[in-house]
């Protein structure tokens, strides 16, 4: 491990009061359309007695359109500024979408006063601060520190009373804050030990660790293989959640990760191009960092056991050969399944394997789900707006998409199709871990794991469309995304198991 990371700026704080205060410098009020007028409120009476607020959003051209923002001056007196940002038809995208604005435009300040969540607190409590957090994520590592800094303090006003449901709003948040740091750490810090590190870190969980010495006796071939080419040893982190007063009925989840903390593509080496976002290929262990850390927060009330595979895919004499054959956990004496690598760049899918294995050997969870920034083709299906789901049923697939939509993480279902099995055929081992991208990739890379799950229900969450925002938009800012942390946590707080 090399650099010295300097100090980050940390996540915006939220505050309950129960109006706004007299001497408040800075309030951001909602605006929306009703029947063709604006409205404005709740907080805007005073401030209106003084000054025509709709008469400024007119003269400005306003629509009230979610995330738009009209701002007013006020010198000599406080409030010295007034934010009017438009939430546009209140639906939870809308609340999500005005929270983003704001947070762009209260960068660098100490404290804003908003009555937005007041509006319909119900719908919009949640995506609010998620928006605003996530649209204030930085990272920085310039000498001269960062170009700017997230709002430190959020106080939402006529919002007293919703103490729990903000703490739970929060730690949503969070969660995504945190994937999405792990997945922008760089390579040179983030390695499997720094993984490691991560979930030892985060308090009220159960962790275990293997080294490489542990999976070798483990037989866990796939993660030993994909990190034989790194000075930086392979890592499988295991973290355990119970709820309070869990019994033996109370149903178990796993969450599987993809924790590559960099991809070369091994001696199938990527281009430069196609290497220069490859620190985000820790995205699937950075999400089950951060929903792990949520789970108490929010309340979740099944067992989770969350597996991160950990491990560089470097290039070195060491590293695995197109040809070899690996097998898979729990090794030689117990009948692991062999892999034919005949692409060391599909990598992510090794990995998967021996935890999935190892979770339907010793845990026998009720359900699995793995996620995974795995395939270019999955991007190349759905573009980067929407994540990759697969599904052994029809019940599960419907209770995710519910959840990616409620979550503001949408994904859309791909077929487990039979057809194309063939194309996962080896003349000397299980499977070929490398049929080609050329036809669908994503559904292959999808059928290669599914022996691994052992009949277990199970969701596969391919997000490589989504791993990174090209630029700012809404909630995202440009880089890695940590896409998935909120999805899994939405569905995680009231699971149909």
């Not at 505050?15 to 605006?31: D, N, R, T, Y």
């Not at 030689?332 to 394997?353: F, H, P, Q, S």
Request: net charge negative; hydrophobic share 45%.
């Amino acid at each position: 491990m090399t650099g010295s990371l300097p100090p980050q700026a940390a996540a915006p704080d939220f505050e309950l009061l129960a109006a706004i205060p007299a001497k408040a410098e800075l309030i951001a009020l909602p605006v929306w359309s009703e029947d063709g007028d604006l409205m404005v409120g709740p907080g805007a009476a005073d401030i209106d007695e003084e000054y025509d607020l709709l008469g400024l959003l007119d003269a400005e051209g306003a629509t009230g359109r979610a995330g738009e923002i009209t701002a007013l001056t006020i010198p000599g007196r406080t409030p010295r500024r007034v934010l009017l940002v438009g939430v546009g038809d209140q639906t939870s995208d809308h609340f999500r979408r005005a929270g983003a604005a704001l947070g762009r435009a209260v960068r660098d300040r100490d404290v804003v006063v908003t009555t937005i969540p007041a509006l319909a607190p119900d719908v919009a409590l949640e995506p609010f601060v998620a928006g605003l957090t996530l649209a204030s994520f930085s990272f920085s590592w310039r000498s001269q520190g960062p170009e700017w800094t997230p709002v430190r303090t959020v106080q939402l006003a006529d919002l007293d009373g919703l103490r729990r449901e903000l703490g739970v709003a929060v730690a949503m948040a969070r969660a995504s804050w945190r994937a999405r740091f792990g997945a922008t750490m760089p390579s040179n810090v983030k390695n499997p030990e720094w993984m490691a590190e991560q979930a030892r870190a985060i308090p009220g969980l159960t962790v275990q660790v293997w080294d490489e010495t542990d999976l070798a006796k483990g037989g866990f071939g796939g993660i030993l293989a994909v990190g034989a080419g790194s000075v930086s040893p392979p890592r499988m982190i295991r973290l355990d959640y119970t709820p309070a007063g869990a019994s033996k009925k109370t149903p178990t989840v796993v969450l599987v990760g993809k924790g590559i903390t960099f991809d070369t593509g091994g001696l199938n080496i990527k281009s430069g191009a196609g290497m220069k976002t490859m620190k985000r290929d820790a995205t699937g262990g950075a999400v089950v960092l951060g929903v792990m850390g949520a789970l108490e927060a929010i309340g979740c009330p099944v067992n989770v056991v969350g597996l991160i595979a950990a491990a560089e895919n470097a290039i070195s004499g060491s590293a695995m050969r197109p040809g070899d054959v690996l097998r898979h956990y729990p090794g030689k004496d117990r009948g692991g399944r062999t892999t034919e690598v005949t692409n060391t760049d599909a990598e992510g899918r090794l990995v998967l394997a021996d935890a999935m294995a190892y979770a339907a050997d010793k845990i026998k969870p009720d359900v699995m789900v793995d996620v995974a920034t795995l395939t270019g083709a999955i991007k190349s299906a759905l573009g980067q707006q929407l994540g990759g789901l697969f599904a052994t049923s029809d019940d599960l697939a419907a209770q995710f998409t519910a959840a990616g939509a409620a979550s503001g993480e949408p994904v859309w279902r791909m077929p487990l199709a039979d057809v194309y099995l063939d194309r996962l055929a080896s003349p000397i081992a299980d499977a070929d871990n490398g049929p080609g991208p050329s036809v669908a990739g994503a559904i292959t890379a999808a059928l290669f794991l599914r022996p691994f799950a052992a009949g277990i229900p199970w969701v596969h969450l391919d997000l490589a469309s989504v791993g990174d925002a090209p630029v700012d938009g809404y909630e995202w800012t440009a880089g890695p995304t940590g896409f998935g942390a909120r999805l899994l946590l939405e569905w995680l707080r009231a699971p149909s198991i």
